[in-house]
T-cell receptor, first 111, second 116 residues
Framework: QKEVEQNSGPLSVPEGAIASLNCTYS??????FFWYRQYSGKSPELIMS????GDKEDGRFTAQLNKASQYVSLLIRDSQPSDSATYLC???????????FGSGTRLQVQP | SAVISQKPSRDICQRGTSLTIQCQVD?????MFWYRQQPGQSLTLIAT?????????ESGFVIDKFPISRPNLTFSTLTVSNMSPEDSSIYLC?????????????FGPGTRLTVL
């Protein structure tokens, strides 16, 4: 079992719709959770971080964390073609500063 | 956030040679990390570099192949030694910054390496 799992996609949504990206992790001691966006040929860019159960909203982005289910998600409202990218879920374990990444979900927003 | 630069941005190298990648940060940071992203894959941690101590390597990565220097709190280098085509990847450095009481990692622009 991979430590961090994501559906590789592509996830295709029409412009203006809500895109829902999901991630599960295997290690219960994981403490911090991050979503990065990576455009083709570019380095990862931090979108959201979340540390506590529940929802965290930032503009069009909402991160959701459920530690009991070991599940973290990212919702993108009013999706735009510029949101088309690969979204990487990353997890930070207790006592360890380095991140473990999922394989990423490719999102395509259709105009 | 943090402003991170890497040199070179890309290179094409011959099998058996070595390449040193530089990473410069605009502020002092305790920890720097080196990741590899092979074509179509996600990021894999190579090693963690602390200033003044030996780098800590992840399983599958060894110092002889990927020597790392960390001479001060704003700079690190990663050398890819005795390269083979399997080393063709993007190499990324990242830093850990404390923002609003939480630790967050920021990435440099990456070095795209092609080994022929």
């Amino acid at each position: 079992q991979k430590e961090v799992e994501q559906n590789s996609g592509p996830l295709s949504v029409p412009e203006g719709a809500i895109a829902s990206l999901n991630c599960t992790y295997s290690d219960r001691v994981s403490q911090s959770f991050f979503w990065y966006r990576q455009y083709s040929g570019k380095s990862p860019e931090l979108i959201m971080s979340i540390y506590s159960n529940g929802d965290k909203e930032d503009g069009r982005f909402t991160a959701q964390l459920n530690k009991a289910s070991q599940y973290v998600s990212l919702l993108i409202r009013d999706s735009q073609p510029s949101d088309s990218a690969t979204y990487l879920c990353a997890v930070n374990k207790a006592g360890r500063r380095a991140l473990t990444f999922g394989s990423g979900t490719r999102l395509q927003v259709q105009p | 956030s943090a402003v991170i630069s890497q040199k070179p941005s890309r290179d094409i190298c011959q099998r058996g040679t070595s390449l040193t990648i530089q990473c410069q940060v605009d502020s002092q940071v305790t920890m720097m990390f080196w990741y590899r992203q092979q074509p179509g894959q996600s990021l894999t941690l190579i090693a963690t570099a602390n200033q003044g101590s030996e780098a800590t390597y992840e399983s599958g990565f060894v110092i002889d192949k990927f020597p790392i220097s960390r001479p001060n709190l704003t700079f690190s280098t990663l050398t890819v030694s005795n390269m083979s085509p399997e080393d063709s990847s993007i190499y990324l450095c990242s830093v850990d910054k404390r923002m609003a009481s939480t630790d967050t990692q920021y990435f440099g622009p990456g070095t795209r390496l092609t080994v022929l």
